[in-house]
């Protein structure tokens, strides 16, 4: 009997709309009868601490994809040092994850390239027969790296993408007319009070050009005022690529960090359909306005059904710990269109 219900629960959700495919085991809760928002949290948040490995300050900002019928991931964790590093993880439902202790050591054949500094943020990408890995890395200042992994176990670096300073390497699931394409968000050497996303193409993820202008900041958008970034993997969807994004509004007490989306061209992903000026999601919950870099909510990861049209979102929390909250794409576009 429970079975047919969720039988009944799951068709009672179905959508046409996500292009990809089908992710039963997806980390899911349905939404609360007293929830009124078009994105709602995991109640349970967050999902993974600050010291879930014994030498870790803080576990945030980082990427998981389906792998093997399970889960894998690339972890920002910063040390008792405050080293920021990069470790795999792995989970069987996408909710509990182990951790490896050691950082990722990547084989490089550039021994410059490979003199790694250190790494954050990064996300993880599935493009025909591997997994992508973006990350910020530090080459004299913070710019674009880039790897790949069969198992998440050994990991190969290539060239950075761009000169530094620039955040946000967020690459697109499929080539786009025979093309790799990636978001960044050019910026200056610190934590900036300006940025804006751009787009770029490669032939061979070696050199990067074809650059083309995404989407700004607003003085009218107050939460996206500051800066702007490129958040998950963008979702294909029938109606365009879905895109996360963080925005950064600067308060007399500081940057407040928070996300919305949009709604980006098929074809031509530098020119936006739809951009919902609300955000969806903001740092109201304690752990989200407590912690190491209080005020922030910053999306880096999504996982996505889609028969059902569920999609998860992982978001870091105050720079501290790694939290879960989901949507219904078909939803999510509804909102987005309606709120331009």
Same mark, same amino acid.
């Given at each position: 009997?429970? +079975?047919?219900?969720?039988?009944?629960?799951?068709? %009672?959700?179905?959508?046409?709309?996500?292009?990809?495919?089908?992710?039963?085991?997806?980390?899911?809760?349905?939404?609360?009868?007293?929830?009124?928002?078009?994105?709602?949290?995991?109640?349970?948040?967050?999902?993974?601490?600050?010291?879930?490995?014994?030498?870790?300050?803080?576990?945030?900002? %980082?990427?998981?994809?389906?792998?093997?019928?399970?889960?894998?991931?690339?972890?920002?964790?910063?040390?008792?040092?405050?080293?920021?590093?990069?470790?795999?993880?792995?989970?069987?439902?996408?909710?509990?994850?182990?951790?490896?202790?050691?950082?990722?050591?990547?084989?490089?054949?550039?021994? +410059?390239?490979?003199?790694?500094?250190?790494?954050?943020?990064?996300?993880?990408?599935?493009?025909?027969?591997?997994?992508?890995?973006?990350?910020?890395?530090?080459?004299?200042?913070?710019?674009?790296?880039?790897?790949?992994?069969?198992?998440?176990?050994?990991?190969?670096?290539? +060239?950075?993408?761009?000169?530094?300073?620039?955040?946000?390497?967020?690459?697109?699931?499929?080539?786009?007319?025979?093309?790799?394409?990636?978001?960044?968000?050019?910026?200056?050497?610190?934590?900036?009070?300006?940025?804006?996303?751009?787009?770029?193409?490669?032939?061979?993820?070696?050199?990067?050009?074809?650059?083309?202008?995404?989407?700004?900041?607003?003085?009218?958008?107050?939460?996206?005022?500051?800066?702007?970034?490129?958040?998950?993997?963008?979702?294909?969807?029938?109606?365009?690529?879905?895109?996360?994004?963080?925005?950064?509004?600067?308060?007399? %007490?500081?940057?407040?960090?928070?996300?919305?989306?949009?709604?980006?061209?098929?074809? +031509?992903?530098?020119?936006?359909?739809?951009?919902? =000026?609300?955000?969806?999601?903001?740092?109201?919950?304690?752990?989200?306005?407590?912690?190491?870099?209080?005020?922030?909510?910053?999306?880096?990861?999504?996982?996505?059904?889609?028969?059902?049209?569920?999609?998860?979102?992982?978001?870091?929390?105050?720079? =501290?710990?790694?939290?879960?909250?989901?949507?219904?794409?078909?939803?999510?576009?509804?909102?987005?269109?309606?709120?331009?």
């Amino acid at each position: 009997m429970i +079975e047919l219900e969720k039988l009944k629960a799951a068709h %009672s959700n179905a959508s046409t709309t996500l292009v990809g495919k089908s992710l039963p085991n997806i980390p899911w809760e349905n939404k609360s009868d007293a929830c009124k928002n078009v994105v709602w949290r995991y109640s349970k948040n967050p999902i993974i601490q600050r010291d879930l490995l014994p030498f870790s300050n803080s576990i945030f900002n %980082s990427a998981v994809v389906p792998f093997e019928g399970s889960f894998a991931g690339v972890f920002r964790c910063d040390d008792t040092k405050r080293h920021m590093r990069l470790h795999a993880g792995w989970s069987r439902d996408g909710f509990d994850w182990q951790i490896n202790p050691e950082p990722i050591k990547f084989i490089c054949e550039d021994p +410059e390239i490979g003199n790694f500094v250190y790494g954050y943020d990064p996300r993880v990408c599935w493009i025909e027969d591997r997994y992508y890995v973006t990350w910020c890395n530090g080459y004299h200042g913070p710019t674009i790296g880039m790897g790949y992994t069969f198992d998440f176990k050994t990991f190969y670096q290539l +060239e950075n993408a761009f000169l530094p300073f620039n955040r946000n390497g967020v690459m697109f699931p499929k080539k786009i007319n025979g093309k790799y394409v990636m978001l960044s968000r050019p910026s200056g050497p610190g934590h900036n009070d300006f940025g804006d996303i751009f787009y770029s193409e490669s032939i061979d993820l070696n050199y990067w050009g074809r650059h083309r202008f995404v989407m700004a900041t607003s003085p009218d958008l107050c939460w996206q005022s500051t800066k702007i970034g490129a958040g998950p993997i963008p979702i294909e969807t029938k109606e365009g690529w879905l895109l996360f994004y963080h925005g950064v509004l600067t308060s007399c %007490s500081g940057f407040v960090y928070s996300f919305g989306a949009a709604l980006l061209d098929l074809n +031509e992903p530098w020119k936006v359909k739809y951009r919902a =000026t609300p955000y969806l999601l903001s740092p109201q919950k304690l752990y989200e306005c407590v912690g190491d870099v209080p005020n922030v909510v910053f999306p880096c990861a999504t996982l996505c059904d889609a028969p059902t049209g569920r999609i998860a979102i992982y978001y870091g929390c105050a720079d =501290t710990v790694t939290s879960l909250a989901f949507c219904q794409v078909d939803e999510l576009l509804g909102f987005i269109k309606a709120n331009v």
